[in-house]
């Protein structure tokens, strides 16, 4: 199993994983705690009626993908805020129009159909180089927000209301985080697909928030769970593969293996909970 | 000459068809304890939320010492209703203070937020359970805590909803001890359904179910407590025939 690490391709997606798990870790934290959770969802499916859109024109598919990810989400918040719609609603709308829109567009290209589904699936062990760089540059960018905004972040999150009349930016916060989200969603789009991103944005923080009760703490164990889960998927598939024979793509190994890790979880803090009442 | 805390003129509010506040006038000055008392749906946090600039009144002016609440944000403390909170919430009890002290360009350090926090927290009695996730709370600890909350951000009126909805008749009593407290150095207002209970502490009352009665009176005598709780009756009287009231709301508690 350790002579996985010899591969270039295999150090790279270690490496990519780790960068990846911090990242969602602090998204993942903030969305859950603000019971957003299915945004990342929402956004990274947004995303995809740019990466046709670049088909179509012959633009980059990614800064497609990037602008489409930044509008819808700016589109949510300035909905949410001025129009009173309904967040859940809104993001469902945006989940299936920027589908529909990737397919449609898609089908509109010149030459051969692209493949989307690529992008839909990713693949931790083909991350191009510059695609590390980009995911630490946004783990640097978001440690330096929560560095700087860590309380007024959660006073909004905890309670929008009282925020605004204690004088926080409720409405730029809003907007902030929802960028913020968009931007994650897009790097990570490329460096593990779009059901992965949903995954790692949503199930290491709600496994920490099983435990954790403090947003820090939750974004700590939450990118460590997230590391984990990711590490260890890599090595398992690989030893199935190397040992067994046995090809489990590592992308839907690593969500299979965080959901098994939650439902554990869930069931002892739930018997945890249980004992200390009593 | 200053201008008042809270001045309301002709203050109508309707969700869709339904008004909730129909020209409103209410005038509060420096030292100025209310409770405002009422049927549920009689449009009382809605009055509130006007008064802290979270609802835009749909006719009628709002001004918090002179000015539009939206330029006044920060010398209102606000404790909501504590039973819309998320318990699972990852917080701890002093970071939840904490938030009172995020005002517009106070700039402090965090050891002095820190200390801020404590002190209100001190005040309520609670500087106990500062490291406590706010999950592990009872209702009355709660409540005292979002108090703490408003207070650490050293506000000029303090505004409160329903403080002492579902706590028992102990923790309610504690919690209008210290308000009455708090009421020699700052402006209140609060509301509550619970008439027997506010009637014996505040300074002067209020009845809102659409429309305000409120008679100026610094004492709080047993007319007003009589008009108080005829009110609803009132209402009918005057014309809002399908706004039969829970008479019970009156006369049971307390």
């Not at chain 1, 591969?7 to 903030?30: H, K, P």
């Not at chain 1, 929402?42 to 990614?62: D, N, V």
């Not at chain 1, 602008?67 to 989400?73: D, P, R, V």
């Not at chain 1, 309904?86 to 529909?100: K, N, P, R």
Request: charged fraction near 15%.
């Amino acid at each position: 199993m350790i002579g996985a690490m010899e591969y270039e391709f295999f150090q790279r997606a270690i490496v990519a994983g780790l960068l990846a798990a911090l990242a969602s870790g602090i998204i993942g934290t903030y969305v859950m705690a603000r019971r957003i959770v299915s945004i990342s969802g929402g956004l990274a499916h947004a995303a995809f009626g740019g990466i046709g859109l670049g088909y179509l024109l012959g633009f980059p598919p990614m800064a497609g993908a990037l602008g489409f990810g930044l509008l819808s989400a700016i589109g949510i918040g300035v909905a949410e805020l001025r129009l009173r719609q309904g967040l859940d609603t809104l993001i469902a709308m945006v989940w299936a129009v920027g589908m529909a829109l990737g397919i449609v567009f898609a089908s509109l290209a010149p030459g051969a159909t692209p493949d989307l589904l690529s992008y839909l699936f990713g693949n931790i062990l083909f991350v191009p180089p510059a695609y590390l760089w980009y995911t630490g540059g946004l783990d640097v960018l978001l440690l330096v927000v929560v560095a700087f905004l860590y309380r007024p972040l959660q006073a909004v999150a905890f309670d929008e209301e009282f925020s605004w009349v204690a004088g926080v930016p409720v409405a730029a916060l809003f907007l902030l985080i929802l960028g913020l989200t968009a931007l994650t969603v897009v790097v990570l789009i490329r460096v593990v697909g779009v059901i992965l991103v949903i995954a790692l944005l949503t199930i290491p923080a709600a496994i920490a928030r099983h435990w954790a009760h403090g947003l820090v703490r939750m974004m700590v164990m939450a990118t460590a769970i997230g590391a984990v889960c990711i590490t260890s998927g890599l090595f398992s598939s690989y030893a199935l593969s190397a040992g067994a024979d046995v090809n489990v793509p590592t992308g839907p190994f690593i969500i299979l293996l965080s959901a098994g890790l939650y439902g554990v979880s869930a069931f002892a803090h739930r018997f945890v909970g249980r004992r200390s009442r009593t | 000459m200053s201008s008042p805390p809270i001045l309301l003129r002709g203050v109508s509010y309707r969700y869709g068809e339904t008004p909730a506040l129909e020209s409103v006038d209410l005038r509060l000055d420096e030292g100025d304890y209310l409770g405002i008392i009422g049927p549920n749906a009689g449009g009382k946090t809605t009055l509130l939320k006007i008064v802290l600039g979270l609802l835009l009144p749909d006719s009628g002016t709002v001004e918090v010492f002179g000015r539009p609440p939206s330029e006044s944000r920060g010398v209102i403390g606000y404790v909501p209703q504590y039973a819309r909170f998320d318990a699972g919430f990852p917080i701890d009890v002093v970071d939840t203070v904490r938030m009172g002290r995020l005002g517009t360009g106070r700039k402090e350090s965090a050891r002095a937020a820190r200390e801020a926090a404590m002190r209100a927290l001190t005040s309520v009695d609670l500087a106990g359970l500062a490291g406590e996730p706010i999950g592990r709370l009872s209702g009355g600890q709660l409540q005292r805590v979002l108090i703490a909350r408003a207070l650490a951000s050293e506000p000029r009126i303090l505004l409160l909803d329903e403080p002492t909805a579902s706590v028992d008749t102990r923790v309610g009593r504690s919690v209008y001890e210290l308000l009455e407290g708090l009421s020699e150095r700052m402006t209140i207002v609060l509301v509550s359904h619970d008439i027997g209970v506010i009637s014996r502490h505040v300074k002067t009352i209020a009845c809102l179910n659409v429309r305000l009665h409120y008679h100026h009176s610094r004492e709080l005598t047993p007319e007003m407590v009589e008009a108080a709780y005829g009110c609803p009756v009132d209402l009918v009287a005057h014309g809002h025939p399908h706004r039969v009231l829970p008479a019970h709301d009156a006369g049971g508690s307390g």
